[in-house]
C-alpha cells in the first residue's frame, strides 16, 4: 500500500453520489493543510477534520487530470509570507465547510523570510471521482493566487484560440474585397462543375428533390449489412457446399451437420423384384448403412442389413410413407429407416428422395435408390 495517498471522505462520498444523482455539483471551496502534531497522519475516510490544522484558504485551481480523466487535481498556493510549519496533512472543503477529501504528503517545513528563507510553494492533491463531471470550483478571483503554470496555459490557450479562427482580423478586408473573393470563389465551382450539374436546380434534381436527402441515405445504408462482423436479420440463405470442401466460404446449417455429425450413405446396395411378389414388391440389401436423424443430426450405422422386402401396397415400416396409392409412371425413391427404441431397421418408399415422412418409432433414414413405378409394377 501507498504511504502518501489521498481519499473521499465518508461525508464527500455521500455528497458526490448525491450530486451525481441529482445532476448537480459538488462545489469545493477550500484547502485546509496542518502538520499533524509532529506525526505523519494516515487519512481516514471516517475523518471530518484535520488531526492539526494551521491553514485554511480557497483553492487557486481544480481541473481534470490530462493523463487520467477519471482524477481530478486540486491546488493551493501558499505565498511566502505564511508559513513556521511543518506540511503533512491536506483536507479539502465544499462551500459548507464539511471535508470531503483528506490527504497525506512527505513531510516539508514552510519557512517564513523572518526565518532567513522564504519560498511560494504549491500544495497539490490528486483525487479518483467516479464522475469528474460533478466536481465544480467555487472560487473568489479576488483573494487566490494564480501559479505560474496556470497563468501560461490560460495565456497559451487564448493565443491557440485567436489563431485557431478562420479569420481573426475580419477588420483588414473591406466589403468590396470580400464580394470580390466570394463572386470569384463561385465562379470557380461553376466552371469547374460538369454541365449538367452547374446550377442549383440540376443539383436538386439529382438529389430527386429530396429536401432530406441525407437522412435518406444515411436510413437506407443503415439496412445494409456491415463488411466487417455483419448481423442479418430475417432467414438468410447460404449454399450447401461440397462434402470435404474445407474452404473459407459460409457455411449453412445443413452442411455444418452434415460435416460435424455425420452423412446418410448406402455401401454395397443390391435389390431386385420380389420373387412371388413382382408387381408391388422390392427385396433388397446393403453391406453398410449409415442413416441419419434429420432433427438432431445424429448418424448411426448399420452392417449386413440382410435382404429386406418393401411393399408399396402398405404403409408404413417396409411400406410407403403416405396413404394414397402411388400414381402410375411416378418416381418412388426407397430409403432404410431405423427405430432407435426397438433397434429394428426396415425400408420405407415415398415420394420424396430427401425427407421422407417416417412411420411412428423411426427417427432416422438414408435414401437408397429411386425407382420407375409403372401401375402395378416396380420396374
Not at 489521498?6 to 484547502?31: D, F, H, R, S, W
Not at 413382382?278 to 452392417?303: C, D, E, H, W
Request: with cysteine.
Amino acid at each position: 500500500m501507498s504511504t502518501y495517498f489521498a481519499i473521499l471522505t465518508q461525508v464527500g462520498e455521500a455528497k458526490l453520489a448525491n450530486a451525481i444523482a441529482l445532476g448537480q455539483t459538488l462545489k469545493l471551496k477550500k484547502m485546509g493543510v496542518g502538520d499533524g502534531n509532529g506525526a505523519l497522519p494516515i487519512p481516514d475516510r471516517l475523518q471530518k477534520a484535520l488531526v492539526h490544522e494551521v491553514r485554511r484558504a480557497d483553492l487557486n485551481q481544480l481541473a481534470i487530470d490530462p493523463a487520467n480523466a477519471s482524477q481530478i487535481i486540486v491546488e493551493q498556493v501558499l505565498p511566502e509570507d505564511v508559513g513556521g510549519w511543518w506540511l503533512r496533512e491536506i483536507g479539502i472543503y465544499d462551500e459548507a465547510g464539511d471535508l470531503c477529501a483528506v490527504a497525506n504528503c512527505p513531510p516539508s517545513y514552510k519557512p517564513l523570510m523572518v526565518e532567513g528563507s522564504g519560498r511560494t510553494q504549491v500544495v497539490r492533491v490528486v483525487l479518483i471521482v467516479a464522475s469528474t463531471a460533478a466536481i465544480e470550483l467555487k472560487i473568489d478571483p479576488s483573494v487566490v493566487l494564480a501559479t505560474r503554470q496556470y497563468a501560461d496555459d490560460k495565456a497559451a490557450g487564448a493565443v491557440m484560440a485567436h489563431e485557431a479562427k478562420a479569420n481573426p482580423h475580419p477588420q483588414y478586408l473591406s466589403k468590396i474585397d470580400g464580394e470580390a473573393k466570394i463572386a470569384a470563389a463561385i465562379a470557380a465551382l461553376v466552371d469547374s462543375s460538369p454541365e449538367t450539374l452547374n446550377t442549383l436546380a440540376e443539383l436538386a434534381e439529382a438529389l430527386g428533390r429530396d429536401p432530406h436527402f441525407a437522412t435518406t441515405i444515411a436510413d437506407a445504408l443503415a439496412l445494409k449489412a456491415p463488411l466487417d462482423s455483419p448481423t442479418f436479420t430475417g432467414t438468410p440463405n447460404a449454399p450447401t457446399i461440397p462434402h470435404g470442401d474445407n474452404s473459407a466460404r459460409v457455411v449453412n446449417a445443413r452442411a455444418l451437420a452434415e460435416a460435424t455429425q455425420g452423412r446418410a450413405g448406402v455401401q454395397g446396395l443390391s435389390g431386385a423384384n420380389h420373387g412371388a411378389s413382382p408387381a408391388n414388391k422390392f427385396t433388397v440389401s446393403a453391406l453398410a448403412v449409415t442413416m441419419r436423424n434429420p432433427a438432431t443430426g445424429q448418424a448411426i450405422t448399420k452392417y449386413a442389413t440382410g435382404a429386406l422386402t418393401a411393399d408399396v401396397a402398405v404403409v408404413g415400416a417396409n411400406g410407403r410413407d403416405q396413404a394414397a396409392v402411388i400414381a402410375g409412371t411416378a418416381s418412388v425413391h426407397l430409403h432404410f429407416i431405423f427405430n432407435p427404441a426397438t433397434g429394428v431397421t426396415a425400408l420405407l418408399w415415398s415420394a420424396s428422395a430427401d425427407a421422407p415422412t417416417l412411420p411412428a418409432g423411426f427417427s432416422f433414414f438414408a435414401y437408397a435408390t429411386t425407382i420407375r413405378y409403372q401401375g402395378a409394377n416396380v420396374i
